[in-house]
Every structure is written in C-alpha cells, then in structure tokens.
C-alpha cells in the first residue's frame, strides 16, 4: 500500500495484522491510497516506483512470533477454501501433521526478513512493528506519519488457543529451524 497524502508506504507481511491495518486506510483515506497487490515484498515495491518516492516515504511493516504465525497461516488455510494449499492441509487432519509433511514446500516458506529488506539482506523499511504489540505501534506509525491516534479494527482474526499449546518439542524445531533467522534477527522466543 502506498499513501501519497500521509506518504507512506506499508508491505503487508502475510498473517502479521497487516490486514487491519490495510483495512483502516482504505476506509480512512481511499482517494489517497494506491493499493498495490497485496504482499508484495518491499522490494518489489521499490523496483516498481519512483526512487525519490521510496526514499522520500516513510515504510513500515509488521512482523509477529513465527510459532505463532505458523499456527494462524495453518487455520487461514484450512478455512479458507480459495487458498491454494487448503485441500492439502486440510488432508493432514492437525497442525502437528501439517508441520512435519509441509516443512521443506517452499511455497509456504514466508521469511519475513525477505519481506522487508534487498537481496543484499539489507534492511528496506524504517519501522518493524510486532503483532504483539499491534495497537501500541500503530500509534508509533500514527505519529510518524502525521495523524491522529487511531484504533485498528481487528480484521482476518485466527480462532484458536495460545500457540504453545499446539507445540511438541519436535514440531517446535522445525519452526525453529525453518524461521531460524526471523527468529534471530527480531528477537523472537517460543512462549513469550
């Protein structure tokens, strides 16, 4: 999403609240908005825009616990029919299953590091904010771009108990293993 009124620009990790976010804007200032497809990287959105533009706008982007978002891209899919891998999750009947059969398919391998930086591995965006602390950074967000604190509706919401609880050792290695550089680089623990 780019905002030329706010200046602005947000990359929409999937499953990370970004459609809350995306929500907000759209309803709040959609003259203003150029929606791009959603979940673009940041760096397809820079190779596709004006580079004082890219320079010149403030970039943002959520990130969240890669247990966590592991366990809410498992219920988006299973309930969501239109979803490209939906019918083979569904096959695998738990969370558990679906770790263990879809850990090395790289179409479900969303590093969220990739998301916000170059190839270089160099940091593209200003602000990272955490799912975790969804509201309490929109409001950092609010402020750097010049408007006035504002709640966010809860969009795209995932039914299901604290993500530990779907968790043995093993499954949590391979998300360990798997997102192991999410994990190092934003600072992220099992259980926090």
């Known amino acids: 999403m780019i905002n030329h009124k706010h200046k602005f620009i947000f990359t929409h990790i999937p499953k990370t609240g970004g459609s809350s976010v995306h929500y907000f804007f759209i309803n709040i200032d959609r003259s203003h908005v150029k929606s791009v497809i959603r979940h673009k990287t940041t760096a397809q959105i820079k190779a596709g825009i004006e580079k004082k533009v890219f320079e010149d706008y403030f970039k943002f982007a ?9 366990l809410s891209l498992y219920t988006y899919i299973t309930q969501s029919r239109h979803h490209f891998f939906h019918k083979e999750a569904v096959k695998c009947n738990d969370f558990s299953t679906y770790l263990k059969q879809t850990y090395h398919d790289k179409r479900l391998a969303y590093h969220q590091y990739d998301w916000v930086s170059d190839k270089n591995g160099d940091l593209l965006v200003d602000f990272v904010g955490r799912f975790e602390n969804l509201q309490q950074d929109f409001t950092i967000i609010c402020d750097k771009i010049g408007i006035p604190k ?25 998300v360990a293993q798997k997102y192991a550089r999410d994990i190092e680089y934003f600072g992220y623990e099992f259980g926090e």
Do not use: C, I
């Open 150 to 174: 504002q709640q966010l509706p809860q969009k795209n919401k995932s039914n299901h108990k604290h993500y530990t609880e779907y968790y043995d050792d093993e499954t949590r290695e391979l």
């Open 62 to 70: 959520y990130v969240r616990n890669s247990w966590d978002r592991e």
